[in-house]
């Protein structure tokens, strides 16, 4: 109980952050309770923080278990590892169905992995292009994973591209690719990986990043930033991130809360 507790404390906050992705259903898996963490967090100063969707039988009981913060945002969306399924049509539906529920801001988390065994490439491909239609029809961005599939997503945003602002997650692509996300009207997210001592190479993307175009998350419970690194995350552990990027951007901590906050308004629509 006591290893548990230190996860808490304490909790680098300033008070006033956005967490623009993480995984409710996650950090069970982790060995955090999403009550208690969430508690922590809004309690030291989190303003909001949004829930980011893998699949569509995830909707349920993520609703039932955030609705009532009302600091919580949701994305529902089908991630890459649903690509080869024989019951995409329905999962379609019933995810097609979800976004007039409150406080959903986006179709995520979609894209492409290169990485992992997730089905072919077209596979991938055509399930992301059709929720990128989806978020067209509805008006909202899309959240979008890329690993190691720059080329795929960019093949496909040119013929689909989003109609709103958009969001490239958890950014970890090349330093030189950050221009073309941008000129397709993306904003680009940065993870706790930002902070670690050898990324240099992430922070080379983040410096091409125009402060009004940066969106900061946890992606929790995975990739807690320094100096957690390889424990849990948590939304309440955003300030590490804040912290670093600041410094390294040389801007005061409170005007990056203050734009970062600013971004993820419009961006997302969040009503603070
Ligand atoms: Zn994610």
């Keep these: 109980m006591s290893g548990k507790r230190n996860h808490f404390e304490p909790p680098y906050l300033y008070g006033g952050e956005i967490d623009t992705h993480f995984h409710a259903t996650k950090l069970a898996e982790r060995g955090l309770e999403t009550e208690e963490v969430l508690t922590a967090a809004f309690g030291s100063g989190l303003r909001a923080c949004i829930d980011v969707g893998l699949a569509e039988d995830d909707i349920e009981t993520r609703h039932t278990l955030l609705d009532d913060y009302p600091g919580v945002y949701f994305a529902h969306g089908l991630y890459p590892s649903n690509a080869a399924r024989s019951d995409l049509r329905d999962a379609m539906d019933t995810l097609r169905s979800s976004y007039d529920r409150q406080r959903v801001c986006a179709v995520g988390e979609i894209g492409v992995d290169r990485q992992r065994d997730y089905g072919t490439s077209d596979q991938q491909r055509r399930l992301f292009a059709e929720q990128i239609e989806l978020a067209n029809e509805l008006r909202l961005p899309v959240i979008v994973h890329n690993r190691e599939a720059e080329r795929d997503i960019l093949d496909v945003l040119a013929s689909h591209a989003p109609r709103r602002e958009s969001v490239m997650h958890c950014y970890s692509g090349p330093a030189e690719m950050v221009s073309r996300f941008l000129d397709f009207g993306f ?62 951007r040389q801007l005061n901590p409170s005007e990056l809360i203050a734009t970062v906050t600013s971004n993820a308004k419009r961006v997302f629509g969040l009503e603070l």
Excluded: C, M
């Excluded at 125009?210 to 309440?236: K, M, Q, S, V």
């Design 187 to 248: 904003s680009i997210s940065f993870g706790g990986n930002v902070t670690f001592k050898n990324a240099a190479a992430l922070r080379q993307a983040l410096d091409l990043v125009p402060i009004d175009r940066l969106l900061l998350e946890t992606d929790a419970p995975f990739l807690a930033p320094h100096p957690r690194r390889g424990r849990p995350n948590y939304p309440g552990l955003i300030g590490y991130t804040y912290r670093a990027v600041a410094e390294h």
